[in-house]
Structures are given as C-alpha cells and as structure tokens.
DNA sequence: ATGAATTCTTGCCATTTGGCAAGAAATGAA
DNA sequence: TTCATTTCTTGCCAAATGGCAAGAATTCAT
C-alpha cells in the first residue's frame, strides 16, 4: 500500500503544500481493521488519529439500560477519532466498529502534537478537522431538535446511503432517536407514499 | 474595569503560566453588550471571540418558518463564539443576543491567530475550548435522542437554573425541541408531582 | 397608572412515537 | 444445506408531543 491518496488528502485541503504533505504523510502508518473489529473500546483511551482510506465504521455509546446508541457513520476520506478521549488523555465514552473491512492511516498523540508544534500548515488542518466536526454536529443538532423522524431518517438516506447496506436498522434508529419499531414504520409510510 | 478576571481565567486552565496570561489579556479589548443587543447577527462573519466576565447571553437560529430555535445559553466565564463562522469566515447560522446587560473582554480573529502564533501554551487553550464545546455538544446530541423532554428539562433546570430567570420560556422550549405548549404542560407535572 | 403586547396556561383533539409480543424474513455458522 | 440467531415487520394499545385557539397572567412602554 501506498500513501498516494493520504498525501492527495492533505492537498485537497489547500492547507498544505505538496512538501508538506509528504513530509506529514511519511509519519503515518498503515492501519487495517477488520469487519466487526474495534478501532477503539469505551473506557480506553482513544491513541489513533485514523484517515479512513477505504470502509465503513460505526461509532456507538451503551446506555444506562445497556442498550447501543449509535452516535456517527463513518466512511473514506474521513478523520476519525474520538475527539475527548484523544486530546483530553481519558477513557473514551464510546466505541468504534468496523462495519466492513478497513483500510486507513493513523498517527499517534504525541506524533500528531511534534507535526502540529513543527508544522503551522498542519496545525491549520487539525483545527480545520474540529471545526468541520464542530459544525456538522451542531447541523445534526438543529436537526433533531427541529425536523420529525421521518425528515431526519429522509435527510439520512441522501446523505449517506451506503451505510444502509452494511447496518442492521435498528442502529439507523438508535442514530435517529427512534425506537427500530417506529423506524419500520416510517420506512412503510415513506416507501408505500413513493 | 481592569483585567484580572480575565488573567485568572486563563491561569486556572493550567495550561497558562501567569506570565503569558498577561500578554495574552493585553490584548483583549473590553466589551459591553447592552440586555437584547446582538453580540453576533445572523449573515455576518464572527470576529469576536469573546470571554463572558458578566452576564448572560442566548444563541438562536430562525428556522424556515421564520421561528427562533434557541441554540445554546451562556453565563460568566464562557469563551462564546460561533465557531464555523469565526474560523471559517463565513456567514453566520445564528444571532446571539443580551438577555441581560453583559460585560466582556474580546480579541478578533487576526489577534488570536498571532496569539495562537507566537504562544504555544495559547494555541493548547484554544484547542482545549474547541475541544469543550465540543465534548458538550456530543452530550447534549446524545442526552436529545435518548431522553424524554421531561428528563432534558429537568436536567436543564439542574445545570442552568439561572436562564430560567431572564428568558421566556418558548425559547427554552426550542432549546429541548419541543413546543411552549408541550413544556407548559410538563412544568405542570413536574410541580405537581414535588 | 394605563393600555398594548407578550407570555403562559389550558382544553380539545390529532399525530407521532413507544412498548410488547408474535411471526416472517434474512443472515450466519457449521 | 440446515438450524439457530438476528433482524424486520406488524398488530394492539399507551404515552408523549403537537396544533390551535381562548383566556389569564405578566411584562413593557409611555
């Protein structure tokens, strides 16, 4: 495996400089997970800066009642990591799975913080990252508050059609805020009405 | 008014010596926002990044029926701003508003970038804020699609007794996504059954 | 102090979502 | 292929929330 589209990644941002990228790119090494394994345990402290070349994950909390909450799909050309966990040093809130096999590239805390002290570019990334993670949640926000479960479950579907493929409904649910039983529901409605 | 709040803000992060909280506040210029002034408007690009010493502040956003959807309240010793529309240079989603005469300290973008600049320990803090309100924002996601109205406007009440006080409570009630009609109705229970 | 505007509550009823359980359908392991 | 497990759907009914409108209570400007 090369690192082609890692560095091809960094470029697009029009953050970095081709140098640059290759320069950051070269502490990165390559990361395989298998379909059903775990890129991160709750508990543990999150120590991968993952660039998901290649898959799908699910990342997903336990409730009080020990059922799954499923908080993000993930796919190619995204950062993934727990944000808390990995900056703050303590036991991640929530899991990470793969949905299908995986490929990607990851570097560690302390490799991510000597690129961000030595490279203002890449600190200009990693800012980037937060933010767009900041504003994409804040927009899931809103939505929840504001949109029916049909409308979210709707806007869902657009967004990231693949993940209907590899996940059982009820984590689409648990995403939604709606029980498995109401999302059937909604499905029944939304197709017999189309 | 003279800095010190705000110097000691910045000491008890433990990421800041005393000797560069100093130089950081130096530049911050203060701030007063008269009760329902706009401290952002909706459209404009954010260039205040904002320490809260006094007072308190509403976020909100008008949805496509023309509504206010209350996004977010903030008290003394918040660093406030819209965070896609600072760092991005964008237009701003949402408004934020006085509720009460406010006082304040603030930097622009450009100020902060040099600060972020020159100042490690300056560029951690301001990760460390992203970082936060981020981590908030993930719990308040996951409290929305696993708790009932009643559970979130409890826990509201809780964490932020004190909004309760200079703010009707339709915009509370966008706060949790529910309608005034419905939060009047569990206020009712709520009391009744205390 | 007064009148206007806003906020809050309540009744009536509709819609959305949930809980539970049973059976059908799909999936996965051997 | 076969059996067990998981997922999905559906019926029945309950609970939560919404929509609308009217009136009461409160707040605000003058």
Partial sequence: MHKETLIRFF??????????????????????????????????????????????????????????????????????????????RTGSQENIQALTDCEGWVINYEQLNNLFHTLPEFREFGRSILVKGYSELKNRMLSTITESAEVRYKQLLMAKPEIFQYVPLKNIASYLGITDTSLSRIRKEVSKRK
Same sequence: chains 1, 2.
């Fill in 11 to 88: 470029q697009n941002t029009n953050l970095i400089s081709f140098s640059s990228a290759t320069e950051i790119a070269a502490q990165f090494s390559s990361k395989i997970i298998l379909k059903n394994q775990f890129q991160l345990t709750a508990g543990k402290i999150c120590d991968e800066y993952l660039f998901l070349e290649k898959g799908y994950l699910r990342a997903f909390a336990n409730n009080t009642e020990g059922n799954e909450i499923t908080t993000g799909f993930y796919s190619q050309g995204q950062i993934i990591f727990e944000v808390s966990s990995f900056f703050n």
